[in-house]
Antibody, heavy 119, light 116 residues
Framework: QITLKESGPTLVKPTQTLTLTCTFSGFSLSTSGVGVGWIRQPPGKALEWLALIYWDDDKRYSPSLKSRLTITKDTSKNQVVLTMTNMDPVDTATYYC???????????WGQGTLVTVSS | QPVLTQPPSASASLGASVTLTCTLSSGYSNYKVDWYQQRPGKGPRFVMRVGTGGIVGSKGDGIPDRFSVLGSGLNRYLTIKNIQEEDESDYHCGADHGSGSNFVVVFGGGTKLTVL
């Protein structure tokens, strides 16, 4: 059974750096083809893809946010970490991590974590 | 990259059927689209992937047979038959585009389905 859970601060101040951790079980990020992605959703708005990391450390970023994002993995801990610099109130959203196998869909998602950016 | 367009809302009576539409922008008629269900206060749940030939791969875990998909031209459809109260959700479509450093995943604006 594949499960993912996001964790991190619920409140960050403008200009600060956000660090989110996705802790998963039921699969390994050392298995060929496996990937974990991050997607966010501002309150009442659409989903927005942020980043994706694969088992071989191949990384993909949203072009509009690439300069602010870093995605890394710790295979031994079954974790993927996303950092986003220079946070702004418009970055207030629920942040989700999700499992992906190769060029297929995000088939398992976490419950999400709400991050509010406010001074 | 493609733009995915979804009507913001839809409604159907309990036990009826409804078809939700995700429309790809011009030039992307060969793209596959993923459908996701998002119940109130929950994370998205994968429903199924659809191309012009219909379903691609398998349905998501626990998705009932009442859910089906079709693809035609620029449109990708999700049909729900015998609608139940638990089907009241936001439905999102998403698609991959590009490869390597040009890879992106795009999502539509979502359709809120109300069960009457």
């Amino acid at each position: 059974q594949i499960t993912l859970k996001e964790s991190g601060p619920t409140l960050v101040k403008p200009t600060q750096t956000l660090t989110l951790t996705c802790t998963f079980s039921g699969f390994s990020l050392s298995t060929s083809g496996v990937g974990v992605g991050w997607i966010r959703q501002p309150p009442g708005k659409a989903l927005e893809w942020l980043a994706l990391i694969y088992w071989d450390d191949d990384k993909r970023y949203s072009p509009s946010l690439k300069s602010r994002l870093t995605i890394t993995k710790d295979t031994s801990k079954n974790q993927v970490v996303l950092t986003m610099t220079n946070m702004d109130p418009v970055d207030t959203a629920t942040y989700y991590c999700a499992h992906r196998l190769g060029p297929t869909q995000f088939d398992y998602w976490g419950q999400g974590t709400l991050v509010t950016v406010s001074s | 990259q493609p733009v995915l367009t979804q009507p913001p809302s839809a409604s159907a009576s309990l036990g009826a059927s409804v078809t939700l539409t995700c429309t790809l922008s011009s030039g992307y008629s060969n793209y596959k689209v993923d459908w996701y269900q998002q119940r109130p206060g929950k994370g998205p749940r994968f429903v199924m992937r659809v191309g012009t030939g219909g379903i691609v791969g398998s349905k998501g875990d626990g998705i009932p047979d009442r859910f089906s998909v079709l693809g035609s031209g620029l449109n990708r459809y999700l049909t729900i038959k015998n609608i139940q109260e638990e089907d009241e959700s936001d439905y999102h479509c998403g698609a991959d585009h590009g490869s390597g450093s040009n890879f992106v995943v795009v999502f539509g604006g979502g359709t809120k389905l109300t069960v009457l």
